[in-house]
């Protein structure tokens, strides 16, 4: 590996502090709205704490001294730097689920609350049950345990749903008074007992949150670049029987891999997705239709080709008619490596230009009266590869 990683020289500075201190410290930076637009860089620095030494007592970092890391080189070089873009989500949002609504943060993983929250649609509100009774059971552990530490968080934080970010000026990173500090880190840290006895209240393996976890200090800092790393898909890190979770943003984005990856274990990934992209049409459709736009009939032609899509006309003018196709991501070629990539989807490109010249041909055809015809392709699960 390079020796001029940028993290490298930050890890030397961080050595003399306590790692436990440390791990809570970034993570409570997260919980701040006023951070919003600077999470790539403590999502860099929570690599490097959990690279350090695991149970390493030490100093606790001062106030002054984490706002200057935060701020300045190596941390905030312009290779971390510059990938920050302006937080374009709510800094907190809620899912439905069983057993109530729970408050999540969505973080900078693209729609991970929209995607959750429709997998979640799909898999229990689905005009039948899904085939694999197994499978179904493994994914309500899976999903739960992530919605119950998110919102239990967002309680001892004080952070109630669809609280908005508040990005600073000049995009620096904000390090709240002493008081606000102690309490946003209690937040983020969880005992053992504590996770077991709130999984075991809703009925949850114990042994599901694994698949969220890593020990600290074994994070291997070189590794790390944009949108890869160890704690991408394990946002909580051990250190002295503590939990800390130091990646709150992720939780929904690993939570939907981890169901992923199950998927393909079990063999339904083909339903998975199916279901998924039902529940995205319905959401389709009852949007449209908010905004005034009737549904009518395509005329009768070919059948729709392309593998896990959804197709509707809709009115929304006496002469103009809006033709939607729904893509969504067949998962073929998923990589269970990577938690955030990108979905190749140029080989449906044809198959869509040649639907859309189908459906325009016999539109024209039958809705004499039709003046403009509007083509819209949703291409959705792009983020997942």
């Given at each position: ?265 079990h063999n339904v990934v083909d339903e998975l997705v199916e279901r998924y992209t039902v529940a995205l049409w319905h959401t389709i459709g009852l949007s449209l239709q908010h905004l005034g736009n009737v549904p009518i009939s395509i005329p009768e032609g070919n059948p729709l080709e392309i593998r896990h899509a959804k197709e509707g006309l809709f009115r929304f003018d006496t002469d103009k008619l809006a033709y939607i196709l ?60």
């Open positions: 590996m390079k020796t001029d990683h940028p993290l490298i020289e930050l890890r030397k500075l961080l050595l003399g502090y306590d790692t436990h201190d440390l791990l809570q410290a970034v993570s409570a930076l997260q919980l701040i709205p006023e951070n919003a637009d600077c999470l790539i860089r403590l999502e860099a620095l929570a690599h490097t704490v959990a690279s350090l030494p695991a149970g390493k007592m030490g100093k606790p970092i001062s106030h002054s001294k984490l706002r200057h890391l935060c701020n300045n080189e190596p941390l905030a070089c312009n290779s971390i730097v510059s990938q920050e873009d302006p937080f374009d989500d709510m800094f907190t949002t809620a899912i439905p689920f069983h057993g109530g609504s729970y408050t999540v943060f969505p973080g900078i993983a693209t729609a991970s609350e929209f995607i959750l929250s429709h997998l979640c649609r799909g898999l229990w509100w689905y005009q039948k049950p899904f085939s694999d009774k197994q499978f179904l059971g493994k994914a309500y552990d899976i999903i739960m345990v992530i919605l119950l530490l998110s919102d239990e968080i967002a309680r001892r934080a004080g952070l109630g749903r669809r609280v908005t970010p508040e990005p600073a000026s000049r995009r620096k990173v904000t390090v709240p008074n002493a008081n606000r500090m102690n309490c946003l880190k209690a937040a983020v840290c969880f005992e053992r007992r504590e996770i077991e006895l709130m999984l075991r209240s809703r009925g949850v393996e114990r042994h599901t949150l694994g698949e969220f976890v890593v020990e600290a200090g074994s994070v291997v800092i070189e590794d790390y670049r944009i949108n890869e790393g160890s704690l991408l898909q394990h946002p909580i890190v051990v250190d002295r029987d503590r939990m800390v979770i130091v990646l709150p943003g992720m939780l929904l984005a690993v939570a939907r891999h981890v169901l992923i990856k199950l998927a393909r274990v729904l893509v969504t991501d067949t998962l073929d070629n998923y990589d269970d490596t990577a938690v955030c990539g990108d979905w190749n989807c140029t080989d449906c490109g044809v198959q869509i230009v040649r639907r859309f010249r189908d459906v325009e041909d016999r539109v024209f055809k039958t809705h004499g009266h039709t003046n403009e015809m509007l083509f819209i392709v949703l291409l959705l699960f792009e983020t997942l590869m």
